[in-house]
């Protein structure tokens, strides 16, 4: 079984900083893309940020120049340095992977609140 566990998240103040960190575990044999996606109450979740094996990245453009997305593909860990945070960015932020195990699916980690203060 695989778990995707995620931290970092918190209260900051605009223009402030924060680190999300996501790890895999479990039976894996091998990790395809990590990735962020964020969701507000009354919204759907929306992609932010993806990073694939070979470290190829993808953003959404509001996040942009501000985000930068990273893996350690030895902890099977993906990580998300967020700078000069905007209130807009606040919501939470789940973990996305595509994991082989013996079969090939998608994985969602619980989730971690971000909140700016404007």
């Known amino acids: 079984q695989v778990q995707l566990v995620e931290s970092g998240g918190g209260l900051v103040q605009a223009g402030g900083s924060l680190r999300l960190s996501c790890a895999a575990s479990g039976s894996i044999f091998s990790i395809n893309f990590m990735g962020w996606y964020r969701q507000v109450p009354g919204r759907q979740r929306e992609f932010v940020a993806q990073i694939t094996s070979d470290g190829s990245t993808n953003y959404v453009d509001s996040v942009q120049g501000r985000f930068t997305i990273s893996r350690d593909n030895a902890k099977n860990t993906v990580y998300l340095q967020m700078n000069s945070l905007k209130a807009g960015d606040t919501a939470v932020y789940y973990c996305?992977?595509?994991?082989?195990?013996?079969?090939?699916?998608?994985?969602w980690g619980q989730g971690t609140q971000v909140t700016v203060s404007s």
């Open positions: 996305n992977a595509l994991i082989f195990t013996g079969t090939l699916r998608q994985y």
